[in-house]
């Protein structure tokens, strides 16, 4: 986050209390949040223990309920069994078997329903299909797919069956794919032919065949579902039909009961080093706090149409699409393509169409559409509209109040949740019905979750108004258990800092007097671009896998839409590349890294230049080149560099 951010989120004073007609209708008010944060304080297991019971469906209910005796690797509900699937689906089938699970709209208009019994067969025949496969218990099956109710039926019919997803983004390259199907040691990938965005056909097929030639050896059989139909090659032996599988499965398959720590999923994410880190979850504790957030979080009831236009391929899809709502029997709405096809109004005419009451995204995507003039929501009826949610990065005050008095009607409520692919489940939040916002504060921890501010020392700030490192001092259900195969890794990167103590997220954070956070953005070398997580390491060494490039930096610059842009500096082998020869090396490379890792992660800045700063130890001074990629004025004592002249030339002007 940029010093101007910071500074204006720390003047913000403006506070916008529950508004009373919500409150009034709220699962919870101020008092009954106070009387669960007592609850909580007063016997921390015990607390959770209660909500596991009352709201997860137990095949063999827990005695044990935390187990700390391997710590940091916690274990929760221990002696319990359960099955996801069946707290998803099978527990609505009587009471709401005809109630809408699913709306699904394309993004050339086509539209499906799939009711709680329908969802549920799906989810039933695909889990025979893929136990024909030779899919069993613990085996790892990678999910690359669009944003369709198939990708929910994926991932639950895994979960039916005991086998682990990973799913991955479909905007990643073959070569972040095969990456992750190497990783888990998947035997089967569930994929499509393509998925509509933007206008364009996204070639998953093609882009999984890729994958599957360069490795993943262990991939036995892929199955394919049709979505845009424009012909893909099949494979004799290895591709298979989705709808051909389907259309002899049986609808009936008993759920497998798995232990409550059984892994649920694997899903990946950027850390600053090295390789994406597949982040392990577990099935009770995981879904309990996709299930309790979306009561406390989204005050989830039943006439709700909730959408969160997260992909799957991503933790916020995991949580707020494919589990949290569904284990509620809420209905979600699911919508395919860009937000700006055919024009700009296409997110807001969803809302009306669909009658959407719950509204979750991201900063980046309310600053896109902010910018393209409130004349597109004024269009639509957005009168069902109750809650509005923020997700992945610091919103903006600016980008906050627009949302409040555009889309919210200055009446609507905005829940801004700070939390991470790690943490399973929202952590700090505001309970819309007792919580006074801020705008630019995600407020304060929900209930049963401990949250720090500590300093370097790793010594609590009592008082209030601090700024530290954010930790979390107890474990929680939902948290990850581990980093699949790098139990190491998991010790180092999220307990080490301090001693397995506390769990260090990652964020510098500040708290107000009011004891409200204030989510101050990443200590480590981690960007965040449009709220995707990228490791600066993970684009750099895209980037020097380019046979010309010898050497690379990459820092974040504040980006107006995106949050942060990827700016790279760039050492070429042999004469710094200038004028057209530049241009077009910079094309070549931005090309080269969309091929290494996604769209996502190409640079919008590249600089040549003939050096990097470098201290006599020769570390890269980082810190300069951030303030090189921002344009300031360079102040900072630039003495200690080995090459103090360089600087004039990374910041353009030589
Ligand atoms: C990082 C986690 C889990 C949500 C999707 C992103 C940043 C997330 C907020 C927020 C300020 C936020 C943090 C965090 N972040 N939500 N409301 N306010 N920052 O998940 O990819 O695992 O990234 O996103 O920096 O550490 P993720």
Not at 106 to 122: F, I, P, S, V
Request: with cysteine; hydrophobic share 40%; proline share 5%.
């Amino acid at each position: 986050m940029s010093s101007d951010n910071i500074a204006s989120v720390l003047t913000e004073n403006r506070v916008f209390p529950p508004p009373a007609e919500f409150a009034a209708r709220a699962r919870l008010n101020a008092e009954k949040l106070a009387a669960l944060h007592a609850e909580a304080q007063a016997d921390h297991t015990g607390f959770w223990a209660g909500l596991a019971k009352k709201n997860l469906g137990w095949q063999t209910p827990f005695t044990q309920v935390l187990d700390d005796s391997a710590a940091p690797n916690y274990r929760w509900f221990t002696d319990g069994k359960l099955n996801a699937s069946a707290n998803c689906l099978d527990r609505h089938l009587l009471a709401r078997g005809d109630k809408i699970a699913i709306r699904f709209e394309g993004e050339k208009g086509d539209t499906r329903n799939y009711t709680y019994k329908q969802l549920h067969a799906e989810v039933c025949k695909l889990a025979n299909v893929l136990k024909a496969q030779g899919v069993n218990k613990g085996d790892r099956v990678v999910i690359y797919m669009p944003m369709a109710p198939e990708a929910v039926i994926a991932m639950q019919a895994c979960a039916r069956i005991g086998a682990i997803h990973s799913v991955v983004f479909g905007g990643f390259s073959a070569s972040s794919l095969k990456d992750r199907i190497e990783d888990t040691g998947a035997r089967l990938l569930i994929t499509a032919d393509g998925g509509h965005r933007a206008g364009n056909i996204v070639p998953l097929k093609k882009v999984a065949d890729e994958a599957l030639a360069a490795g993943c050896k262990t991939i036995g059989k892929v199955i394919v579902h049709q979505r845009t139909s424009h012909g893909v090659d099949m494979q004799a032996g290895r591709d298979l039909w989705w709808h051909e599988l389907m259309d002899t499965a049986s609808e009936r398959c008993e759920p497998e009961w798995v232990e409550s720590e059984h892994p649920l999923f694997l899903l990946y994410t950027s850390g600053s080093t090295g390789k994406p880190k597949g982040i392990q979850h577990s099935t009770g504790g995981y879904l309990l706090g996709a299930t309790m957030t979306t009561q406390w979080v989204f005050d989830i009831r039943d006439d709700d149409v909730f959408w969160c236009t997260a992909d799957v391929g991503w933790i916020t899809g995991h949580s707020y699409v494919a589990y949290g709502p569904l284990a509620n029997g809420a209905t979600i709405l699911m919508y395919e393509g860009a937000p700006t096809i055919p024009d700009a109004g296409r997110f807001w005419k969803i809302c009306q169409d669909h009658g959407v009451t719950i509204f979750y995204t991201a900063p980046t995507a309310i600053r896109a559409l902010m910018k393209l003039g409130e004349e597109w929501p004024n269009k639509y009826d957005l009168s069902k509209l109750r809650l509005l949610g923020s997700v992945g990065e610091p919103i903006n005050p600016e980008a906050w109040m627009w949302y409040h008095r555009v889309i919210g009607k200055e009446r609507l409520p905005i829940v801004d949740t700070w939390w991470q692919t790690e943490t399973g489940a929202i952590m700090i939040a505001p309970v819309p019905g007792a919580i006074t916002t801020k705008p630019g504060s995600c407020t304060k921890p929900l209930p049963g979750i401990c949250v720090e501010v500590v300093d370097e020392a790793g010594t609590p700030i009592r008082e209030q108004d601090a700024g530290g490192y954010l930790v979390v001092s107890k474990p929680w259900p939902s948290m990850l258990r581990t980093v699949w195969g790098d139990n190491e890794r998991y010790i180092k990167t999220y307990w080490g800092q301090f001693q397995n103590k506390y769990y260090v997220a990652g964020d510098s954070t500040h708290r107000d007097a009011d004891g409200c956070y204030w989510i101050m953005g990443r200590v480590d070398d981690v960007l965040n671009v449009s709220g995707h997580r990228l490791g600066t390491m993970e684009v750099e060494s895209a980037l020097v896998s380019h046979p010309r490039i010898a050497e690379a930096a990459v820092v974040g610059r504040p980006h107006e839409v995106k949050g942060e842009s990827v700016f790279a500096f760039v050492i070429a082998k042999g004469p710094r590349p200038t004028g057209e020869e530049a241009d077009k090396l910079a094309k070549e490379l931005r090309d080269h890294v969309a091929k290494e890792i996604g769209a996502l992660a190409k640079p919008d800045d590249i600089r040549f230049a003939d050096n990097l700063p470098k201290t006599r130890s020769g570390k890269i001074m980082r810190r300069l080149l951030r303030s090189i990629a921002k344009g300031e004025e360079i102040t900072q004592d630039t003495s200690t560099l080995e090459n103090p002249a360089i600087v004039a030339q990374l910041s353009g002007k030589a």
